[in-house]
């Protein structure tokens, strides 16, 4: 469980891939995966089940690690419906690759 309430990254507005390197990461509006992975606090995790730092990775160690800590510092009916609009967004983006 991750105690610290504080942000590791009080700034940003999203977690990008590992390698990413756009611009929002290049200038610090974004952080890579790796870097957030290893410093993020219970505040940074609390960001993203609140929208207010965008997830834009689904790479199965960065979901597990939120998934893993999050239950420890949400409330239960927050963390089901920001984990549930999530599985809405890729269930979207899955339908409409499947229209191409």
């Not at 990461?25 to 730092?53: H, M, P, Q, W």
């Not at 979901?63 to 409330?75: A, E, K, P, R, V």
Request: charged share 25%; glycine share 4%; with cysteine.
């Amino acid at each position: 469980m991750l105690e610290d309430d504080k942000k590791a990254f009080p700034e940003i507005l999203a977690v990008d891939p590992e390698g990413c390197g756009c611009t929002e990461c290049l200038v610090g509006e974004y952080v890579n995966e790796k870097e957030y992975l290893a410093r993020a606090t219970a505040g940074d995790l609390i960001s993203i089940a609140n929208g207010e730092v965008q997830l834009n990775t689904y790479n199965e160690s960065t979901l597990d690690f939120f998934l893993n800590n999050s239950f420890n510092t949400l409330s239960a009916q927050n963390f089901v419906t920001r984990l549930k609009d999530k599985l809405e967004e890729l269930l979207q983006e899955m339908d409409a690759s499947e229209l191409l």
